[in-house]
């Protein structure tokens, strides 16, 4: 199957409508995605609880799997979801385990496939999001190094200029989810063309 390599305005339009779009199986799962979208976090992250720590509103604790630096966040980052589960430390999403998370992601993936050069981009397609989203606001590969943990800021350039490739066309359900950076929809003026240049 041919690829096509992804702008990173089309891996964060992809990324976007992922976080906003409900599976009627399992309408949790979208607060999943929104988590994840948000913080970059790696998946199984979300689900392992007990590397959270509620403080306050202002200080949300994640200790990441690999032993990287602490991670933190405030409470209107996360989902309504996450942050009951955090706070109670029990399963979060109605306890839907990660291989059921990620196969509802990939029910409504508008594209048929997801990858690097090496292997499926399915599980940190929001991980590279958000690294992209963070250099295109202006912020180094250090800064980005500080946020995400790492003790390099080879990873953050790494994350940043990995090709990503799609293995289709789109097919988007909503002509209005192709947004730019600021979160501005894309489209042309009668809505009939999806816009992918800001």
Known sequence: MPQFLLSDIELNSIASYLSIT??????????????????????????????????????????????????????????ENLVFAIINQTEPYQSLSLRQLISITKKILPVDRIETIEKSAIDYLFRYNKVRTLAAAGKTDIQIQ?????????????????????????????????????????????????????
């Open 22 to 79: 409900p599976y009627i199986y399992y309408p949790v799962s979208i607060a999943f995605r929104s988590d994840l979208f948000n913080t970059g976090a790696r998946p199984k992250e979300l689900l392992t609880i007990e590397k959270w720590t509620y403080i306050s509103p202002l200080q949300i604790e994640l200790i990441p799997l690999k032993g990287n630096a602490t991670r933190y966040f405030i409470e209107s980052e996360l989902s």
């Open 146 to 198: 500080e946020v995400f943990g790492w003790s390099t800021p080879l990873m953050s350039a790494a994350y940043r200029s990995a090709p990503i490739f799609r293995t289709s066309d789109f097919f988007f359900d909503f002509p209005y989810v192709i947004i730019n950076y600021n979160g501005d929809l894309l489209f042309d003026q009668d809505t009939s063309f999806i816009l992918y240049t800001p």
